[in-house]
């Protein structure tokens, strides 16, 4: 066998394992020490160039692969947990630094059918949990002047771009987190824009009426709850190494179309249709259905029916 197969075969089974068992326990690492240990994948790698034995080529390289995994794992564990753990980043003078909690918010017109809104930031913990008599409600916490909101109305569409503004912040023992708490207007029907880096997110739209759901993410965890408001909603998310639950109404029919063949996969209630296509026994006769696309790289991914 040749040397190059034994190395990817055994990082993607080192990965594959290390993610499944992940999903029936917790497994703890040591990120300082994984990363400290990454060099050795390098050092490795060239002993295995320079063995000529067969079996000390392929022993070299087994052993890269599974380091490697080790430490791709644990930057995906560091990355979608590293929100429940406080550690600081600062970039320039601190004193420049003031952390502060603000609002944000835009007034509801009722001649609104719709309404977008494009939401971007880099690391953070981000949910959306309640309804709003506003258009759009946000409460920040860290940074001052961090995020940007901008709106544009055209006939009965509203549009919203709340963005982080600069890379700059800090988390830490005596700062503040980056926390945005969101809050929507159950009145028009919403297309949510996402587009986020590692970060924590929790969203709750079961009181919102959703038609097109877009959600890019890094290495990042995304809890989901999706309502029975609406005919047709589409959710479509886009992610590195990540752990993405999602709970949809069971009086809803629902299609899942994945291609995440590295991903650990739990569906609970839905039928294999195809490879990567999967659907609850009510999709064809339900009245309002709902489209889930995911397109994962190493992830854990849960949708369940409430």
Not at 108 to 132: E, P, Q
Not at 152 to 171: H, K, L, N, T
Not at 216 to 245: F, P, R, V
């Amino acid at each position: 066998m040749k040397t190059s197969h034994i190395f990817w075969g055994l990082l993607f089974i080192s990965l594959g394992s290390l993610v499944l068992i992940n999903n029936f326990t917790t497994i703890f690492m040591d990120w300082g020490t994984i990363w400290k240990l990454w060099p050795l994948v390098i050092v490795l790698l060239g002993l295995s160039i320079l063995i000529k034995h067969k079996y000390g080529k392929s022993i070299m390289a087994g052993l890269a692969a599974i380091i490697l995994a080790l430490a791709i794992f644990a930057s995906f564990k560091s990355a979608t947990n590293f929100i429940s753990n406080d550690f600081e980043v600062v970039f320039g003078d601190e004193s420049d630094y003031e952390f502060v909690t603000t609002e944000y918010s835009e007034k509801y017109d009722s001649t609104l059918n719709y309404a977008v809104l494009n939401f971007g930031a880099g690391a953070g913990s981000f949910n959306i949990s309640d309804t709003t008599s506003q258009l759009f409600f946000a409460n920040t916490e860290g940074r001052k002047n961090s995020f940007e909101l901008r709106r544009y109305d055209a006939d009965s569409s509203s549009f919203i771009d709340f963005d982080m503004e600069g890379a700059s912040f800090r988390i830490g023992d005596k700062g503040y987190k980056n926390r945005v708490e969101m809050s929507l207007n159950p009145n028009p029907v919403w297309d949510l824009n996402i587009d986020v880096g590692a970060s924590s997110m929790d969203f709750d739209l079961t009181q919102v009426k959703t038609r097109d759901i877009d959600v890019d993410m890094g290495a990042a965890s995304l809890n989901i709850k999706l309502g029975n408001l609406s005919q047709h909603t589409n959710l479509i998310i886009e992610a590195g190494a990540s752990d993405i639950d999602i709970l949809v109404p069971a009086e809803s029919g629902c299609r899942i179309t994945t291609d995440g063949a590295l991903s650990s996969k739990r569906f609970k209630e839905f039928d294999k249709i195809s490879s990567g296509l999967y659907e609850t026994e009510n999709f064809k006769d339900s009245a309002n259905k709902i489209f889930i696309e995911i397109d994962s790289g190493v992830s854990s991914i849960s949708v369940e029916r409430y």
